[in-house]
Structure formats: structure tokens, C-alpha cells
């Protein structure tokens, strides 16, 4: 047996090794790409979904325009119950949306593993993560 995931119209999405199918092909009009990392390191598998988001955020994302620093660059912390509660959310175009996906453990008793990305990931300045 061999884990697939497929959509809701049972269409074959992912199938380890091969990853994409004809219809979720990647293309300059690409919004939205889910990127699955499996692996038995739990810390390994974070490291390396941090990696891939970093070289996206340098490579796949335009950069802002330069603004003048106001002596202080500070991450914004957003409020939980005001941020479940917007229904419409306005992302720039030089910006990156993560977002978090349950880690689970099929041979475990409680099966939930963890929660990526969390408060602890993606911590590094370089993301300027706003939460």
C-alpha cells in the first residue's frame, strides 16, 4: 500500500515519489501550493519546511519597497479572537500566508504530534512573521 492524498473530487494530488499530478501543476499563476514534508525526525522535517519557506520568501516573493527606518522594526502580534473573526484578509503581494497544519502520528495512541507552524517556529527576524 502506498499513502495518497487526494482532493474532494477523489482526484490523486500527491503520491510519494511523485508529487504533482497534471492538474495541480505549478505555474506563474500559481496562488496557492501545499508543500508536504514527511520524514521520521519530527525537528528535521520543521527545519526543513523553515528552509523551503525562507528560499521562498527570497526567491518567490517580490520584495517591498524601501522605507525609511523609524529606528525600531518590530514584528506586529495580531489578537487571536480578532484575527479568527476576519473573514476577508488584504495580503500584500511581497508577502508569504503559512498556514498552520496539523503534524499527526498515525502509530500513536493520541495521534496529534504537534502544530506547524506554532509561536515557536518561524521565529527567526528574517521572517517577519505577523501572527
Request: proline share 8%.
Amino acid at each position: 500500500m502506498v499513502p495518497i492524498v487526494v482532493d474532494a473530487s477523489k482526484t490523486v494530488i500527491s503520491m510519494p515519489p511523485l508529487t504533482n499530478c497534471h492538474e495541480t501543476r505549478l505555474t506563474v499563476s500559481t496562488t496557492d501550493v501545499l508543500i508536504e514534508v514527511t520524514g521520521m525526525n519530527l525537528a528535521v522535517c520543521k527545519q526543513f519546511a523553515e528552509t523551503v519557506i525562507a528560499w521562498l520568501l527570497e526567491n518567490a516573493c517580490c520584495k517591498p519597497p524601501s522605507e525609511p527606518s523609524n529606528g525600531g522594526d518590530s514584528v506586529k502580534q495580531a489578537n487571536v479572537e480578532q484575527t479568527t473573526q476576519i473573514v476577508k484578509v488584504c495580503v500584500p503581494p511581497n508577502c508569504l500566508v503559512v498556514r498552520p497544519i496539523r503534524v499527526v502520528d498515525s502509530e500513536s495512541a493520541s495521534s496529534l504530534c504537534s502544530i506547524f507552524p506554532s509561536r515557536l517556529d518561524l521565529v527567526d527576524p528574517k521572517f517577519n512573521t505577523v501572527r
